[in-house]
């Protein structure tokens, strides 16, 4: 009876006889541009963040203390451009700003022309940290605008957060600040209009 031959499966082997080490094959990427078109894409991204982080302070805002301004009333201290009535840098609560208006209750500023175009007035109002969180200090902010009452805030203390505010102000001409000092008198009723400025959208 006829012995079947034997199928032995032998391991690679070299022209020298020993062992081929097989070494796994990575697939090329079918494009050769997609590391490329990734870092482009994410260049792309990091520059749209850029612009939304720009803190809503586009280059076409206008700040108040960039405009030429009239003091009408200021008790104990005029008013103070990017700083407060001490000089300090302008602080309410636990955050500082680079722009605005430090004012002493009582006071008052006149602006005789919104710029053209501009259709709002904003602002982060509160007493500034320098009269000191257990100070007395109380104050009333308000917004006229060609002799109209445009905005009146509620009492404002030492040690309240800020209070952020919008004001219409399209096709209007002129822009007051007034801030009180809510009936109890002004001891250290140190207050800022911080980064006031207009909007043109």
Known sequence: MQQEPQIINEPNRNSCGNEKEEVAQIPRSANPDWTAGRLAALIVLAIVCAVLVWNAYTPIDIFFTDLKYEVLAG??????????????????YHTFYPKGLGVHANSEVFL????????????????????????????????????????ESPIMKSGMPPR??????????????????????????????????????
């Open 112 to 151: 005789r022309f919104i710029p053209d175009g501009y259709s709002f007035f904003t602002a982060e109002i509160g007493v500034d940290h320098e009269a000191g969180e257990e100070s007395s200090a109380s104050v009333i902010f308000t917004v006229l605008s060609d002799g109209t009452l445009l905005y």
């Open 75 to 92: 008790d104990r201290f005029d008013p103070r451009s990017d700083a407060t009535v001490e000089g300090n840098p302008l602080r309410i």
């Open 164 to 201: 952020q505010i919008y004001v219409h102000v399209k096709n209007r001409k002129t822009l007051t600040l007034k801030v009180t000092d809510a009936g109890d008198g002004n001891d250290s009723d140190h207050a800022d209009w911080a980064m006031a400025r207009f909007l043109a959208r």
